[in-house]
């Protein structure tokens, strides 16, 4: 078994609030984060993937084929994109990185090819702040 | 002569977007940076000033005065904001990262102390992309 | 389950130094580490919490609540410090990272809030060597 | 338990290519890194063992030591060098990262001291790919 | 004046040889770095213009056209190549650093547009290894 | 002309403390620095050198010979050390970035080849905060 990580890079727009409370208790909630007029991010993803080694190529998989993946099936619809309004997979969704490493791995999971296996989506925010998720 | 930076971090949305230009056009000139819905990033901002060294403190300046000039100054006014709507020192701008290095610079200078003379603005946009501006 | 992480940075003087050991036999096993005058590190401390999601806040905990954690019980103690002379949770013990990073578990962990289990503290002492400790 | 990592650095030059198939085939497969010419890159080579904290020193194990273990069995025999042809240890396998991963772990895992395990082989072949082996 | 930089990145193979020399001479003065059958590196390139802003767009430059530039004329011809076989822009040349920094300004220098110039070659040969070029 | 920059780092203790005042005022000045029992910092040191590229080398200067002269004018006497405490050519100084950075000089200069000139001595004290000296 190896594991294989491809990082990509996007940017996009977002805030923190719940339409089910008050702007007053979005504040105290999420501070800085539920500005009305949005705030934003360069996000680095990091997908990884594990399986075993193709002994006629080396690889586990090509890692332009998984850079694809990622490009089509979810920068395509995030980068340079308003999280909130501009994105079908996190709609009805608080858009924090929690949700947004949980939506990126569904948007990724079904296209990784038979033999090998989706293991994690780590998504930093900033350089001090990154969330993991590993499918369940 | 001896040069000091301080690096210091903000995030924020904005558009590229020229109000006497059609959408069409913004579209063709900015591309995805177009978005009305709005896009973001992580800033890295590098502030450098040059002086003479004291010889009491062996320091150009205290750099933690120098860290709340920056704080005070521009992080208050740019962190978490929406640029293009939420910044008095950027209206009227496009919302450039070249337009908000001068803007900036502009922020600075006049808080710096005697004796010691701002040198640069350095503005990460991306890990890939960043401008400097000397000031003329 | 979701993982959050949370760097933050400090820096510390120290030395490598058994005082059950003669000067000769220190410095054998700790070489340069055991320079009776102290040297030091910028520290680069990584701490990891998992958890569910809270699907109110789209968090698994408010970061800004974990900075502050790590803050008072980590930072305030270690922060331009002396390893070996300033910091109580340190008495006694070889002041190495491997001991550094399962002392600022022990610091942390009673403050992580009910729902949320501390997973890993990883801490960088340069950034060719660092250790992580999962509490076990 | 902790954990201790070790980074360390080589360059390399290498082409990925399957002699069993023709040239059109490798291009097919392997693209620009089927270059008969060859290409090449910085590795970052991460190496983390395990194991309990000795009293006497707080180390899991002297950071030197593996330093030295990983110059002697991999670093002399890679650096400066062509992965495809002057490296004993990967004759005759196709030089992905994946195999040279695996292959680095063979190298070291003889060497760990007794009370001590390797634990994870982690490369990087470019700042935004790298492999990660843990021995099965 | 404004300052604005692109970060690109490639990889190749080379060697430093000089074929004046024999192979003694050559192992004498580039040591490992003669080593016959090639080695190779990660290299980042930052490309750095200055300018005036144009009011209309709030840019030196359309930094997407400055990396059109960068792809065309150096990253086509160097990206996963052998420096000294490959790279007509090279021929004749010693492959070093300093030789590859001048040659990729005579490459991107004529296309840089009218009212831009071209300020600095920044090339990155390791993460501790780095040349500049100011074009004279 | 071109410019070559070595990277280099080392690891000391230090305080910011003026003899001539009392405890309180180098407290109010120096705030955590001036902690009597010391605090340190990882240094990244950047060495930059400028003059013509050798034809029969490539080369502006051997870079192996660059970082010979740093290892042994520079990180000999301040690695792992105190600089205050073990350092001659800081001695009756104030331990600051500043005074750092141009000791490191005058540390260098003597024994830069000739043909070349010493041009930047950069130094990081921590990720966010460095000074540079170029001679005057």
Same mark, same amino acid.
């Given at each position: ?18 339409p089910k409370w ?65 994105? $079908? ?20 999971? $079904?296209?990784? $090819? ?11 925010e900033t350089p001090r ?8």
């Amino acid at each position: 078994m190896v594991y294989l990580t491809r990082v990509e890079h996007f940017n996009a727009a977002h805030k923190l609030y719940n339409p089910k409370w008050t702007r007053e208790k979005n504040e105290d909630v999420f501070g800085k984060c539920a500005n009305e007029n949005w705030h934003g991010h360069n996000y680095e993803l990091y997908v990884t993937v594990k399986g075993k080694v193709d002994p006629d190529t080396g690889f586990l998989m090509d890692v332009k084929k998984l850079s694809e993946i990622i490009n089509n099936h979810v920068l395509e619809l995030v980068d340079h994109k308003n999280l909130n309004m501009d994105v $079908p997979f996190l709609e009805g969704q608080l858009c924090s990185t929690e949700n947004l490493a949980k939506g990126i791995w569904d948007q990724i999971q $079904p296209h990784i $090819p038979t033999g090998v296996r989706l293991h994690c989506i780590k998504l930093y925010e900033t350089p001090r702040i990154f969330v993991e998720y590993f499918g369940d």
